[in-house]
């Protein structure tokens, strides 16, 4: 685990596919959703809880999509801009003030950051963190952007350490999974 006392050298991602990002769509919900619940719960799901789980992830996109008028919140795709604007990742960044969450992360706060199996490790997840990052500091007027993650998945931890972003503590959640809170302190907008 890297700390804030432990040098660490920044590498900007890369995409080796031509993507495109862009805010998401009430029609990506779908896609999203897919590519959600295969990135968080593959491979706690089987044959028959996975259909469930997937309706489940639907849902709550749909409810959060809807929810965000008028709110510091957005979701965004990656489209890969050579297979007809599929959609391949997405994330979101939330500066909206909580709303009975338990435990709720610091704001602003980027979540739910997954990519389609097929087009991991070509630099799409690296480019939708540049574009939260972005967001935080263009829109939301901020300079400092938090993120959870499980530890033990080396490739997202290798991603954000080699952005800058910084481990500020850990904890054991209710599924007995340790957290990693992170954060990177933004570059001010030129």
Do not use: W
Not at 106 to 127: I, Q, S, T
Not at 147 to 160: I, K, P, V
Request: proline share 5%.
């Amino acid at each position: 685990m890297v700390t804030d006392d432990e040098p660490y050298e920044i590498k900007p991602p890369i995409p080796s596919c031509s993507i495109v990002i862009r805010e998401a769509t009430e029609g990506d919900i779908p896609i999203m959703a897919k590519i959600l619940t295969d990135g968080f719960h593959r491979e706690t799901t089987n044959f028959f809880t996975y259909p469930v789980m997937r309706l489940d992830t639907f849902i709550n996109q749909t409810f959060r999509f809807s929810d965000r008028i008028g709110a510091r919140y957005g979701t965004f795709v990656a489209c890969h801009a050579t297979a007809d604007g599929k959609v391949v990742g997405c994330c979101e960044v939330d500066d909206a003030l909580t709303k009975g969450e338990i435990d709720p992360a610091p704001r602003p706060y980027m979540c739910n950051l997954a990519v389609d199996k097929e087009f991991r490790r070509m630099g799409v997840a690296g480019a939708l963190v540049l574009n939260s990052e972005r967001v935080v500091r263009t829109e939301y007027e901020r300079s400092l952007l938090h993120l959870r993650m499980r530890e033990g998945n080396q490739a997202a931890f290798d991603l954000y350490v080699g952005l800058g972003y910084r481990v500020q503590s850990k904890y054991v959640n209710a599924k007995d999974e340790t957290v990693l809170l992170m954060a990177k302190t933004l570059d001010p907008v030129e």
